[in-house]
DNA sequence: GTTATTGTAACTACAATGGTTACAGGTGGT
DNA sequence: ACCACCTGTAACCATTGTAGTTACAATAAC
């Protein structure tokens, strides 16, 4: 199955918090360029908020980056976001029999390979910040 | 959610059929070797041999593979049991607001962040071949 | 204090997954 | 030709993750 679409709301948020930082993001404003409901936009925050990413506040237009958008990249979002603990991108299957050869062995060898792989693509993500997104996304306006 | 274990499971197969080259390869003994039911096993050969990657005849022990495992990477695999089409490994979220300048551009931008931690996990993939799996299934062994 | 907003719980709908039973049809040995 | 065995596939179920929705207590700003 693919990744869940909290990553891309999530970067949608945290660039919109900074491009509109002036205005007040309510959790309903936010849903209304993401085109969702305001619940689920103040979910995505929380996960936001307990990963450090963003600072927030009850009451009124409580959320802010807690970090300048240069020092936010995207594995930091995904990894917020993502709630299967890191190395698990890819499922094994449980309990091959270790009678056979290929049961005995094969869970230490595709960690290996899976691992890798996860690595691979969580390096591009680390490469781009949101800094860069958030001046593609301005670029892109004109 | 992480990516469905039929991706291990099909790689446990593989290595199975040739590794047991000369024995009977009947779906309920790969399922023992697995530890699941023999009808996994046959929806997942099925998916292997609409990919090319094994040869299925119905009747007794049908399945064999198609190329040496030196011709067979975990990318081939990869695509044969991962039904989501390639470049969706990441899911955007749909209809964003164009009248918003973010939601007007998000897409085209995040498009092309998730294709390239993709294709480097995919890159990953595609250099690791079934010899190589097999090689240190075995070694695992000893 | 009143109003607006957050944080969170609870419920629903939906899709993917993996396990299971069932069975029609093909294969190979005798 | 017969028979035992096996495959391919459909159907069904339980489980899980996701996202949308309603509701409401707690909190901040004015």
Chains 1, 2 share one sequence.
Do not use: W
Not at 1 to 19: C, T, Y
Not at 66 to 86: C, K, S, T
Request: charged share 20%; glycine share 8%.
């Amino acid at each position: 199955m693919s990744i869940s679409s909290r990553f891309a709301v999530a970067i949608h948020i945290l660039a919109l918090l900074d491009i509109n930082k002036e205005g007040r993001n309510t959790s309903e404003f936010i849903a209304g360029s993401v085109n969702t409901n305001p619940v689920v936009i103040r979910r995505v925050i929380g996960l936001l908020g307990k990963a450090g990413l963003v600072h927030t506040s009850p009451g009124v237009g409580g959320a802010s980056l807690a970090r300048p958008p240069r020092e936010i990249n995207l594995l930091d979002v995904y990894r917020a976001v993502q709630n299967d603990p890191p190395g698990e991108l890819f499922a094994a299957h449980d309990n091959p029999n270790p009678k056979c050869p290929v049961g005995q062995n094969i869970q230490g060898t595709l960690e290996t390979v899976f691992k890798q792989a996860e690595s691979a693509m969580e390096n591009e993500l680390a490469k781009v910040t949101l800094d860069q997104i958030i001046f593609d996304l301005v670029r892109g306006d004109r």
